[in-house]
Every structure is written in structure tokens, then in C-alpha cells.
């Protein structure tokens, strides 16, 4: 699946990731995903310890920061995250609104 992720930060700092070449499948995608969530320590938003993949991405992005997404950061990982979130989420549409903590597809 191809499709494009948005990631916003602030008024100037929202950047769109096209996801030309999608992981294969979606348990590709969240394994991917579980493995960045460790990597970045991430902590799980609930109580109950359950992880969501909306959950998931908006950690992982707020801990990849907005540096990771610019011009300055690796861009074959935001392409990677943009691929693993739309393969995730099974949409072609990705929206993460990281100060709100909001993701929509």
C-alpha cells in the first residue's frame, strides 16, 4: 500500500512523508514499529499497559522529535516510519498530530 504521512509538530514544523514503497504487510509494519517503540524507550499512554498502533506512532514520533522528520534528520527512517505507519493502520492517509496527541486515518 502506498500513501503519504503527515506529521505535525507545530505551524511550521509539519512535514509530509510519502510512502512509496510500503513495508510488506501489516504484522511487518508493527513489528518494525514495536521494535523503534523500545528503541526510543518509549512508555505506554495507558494505564493498562496497552499499546495501540495510533498509541504507538504519535511515541514514537514525539520521541524521534521534529529533527527526525526535516531536512537534518535520516530520511530512509521517516520514509521507513511513514511506510510502517500506513501499512499499520491499513490506511493510505496518516495524520499525526503530535502536541494534541491526536492521529487520524
Known sequence: ???????????DQEFVLNAASPLPGADTA?????????????????????????DKLLAIAEAAGAQAFGAAGDAAWAARFAAAAC??????????????????F
Do not use: I, N, Y
Open 1 to 11: 500500500m502506498s500513501g503519504h504521512l503527515t506529521v505535525h509538530f507545530a505551524p
Open 30 to 54: 508493527r513489528q518494525w514499529l514495536d521494535e523503534q517503540f523500545l528503541e526510543f524507550d518509549c512508555e505506554p499512554l495507558r494505564a493498562s499497559g496497552k499499546v495501540l498502533v495510533a
Open 87 to 104: 501499512a499499520a493502520t491499513g490506511r493510505a492517509v496518516v495524520r499525526l498530530d503530535v502536541p494534541s496527541a491526536q492521529a487520524s
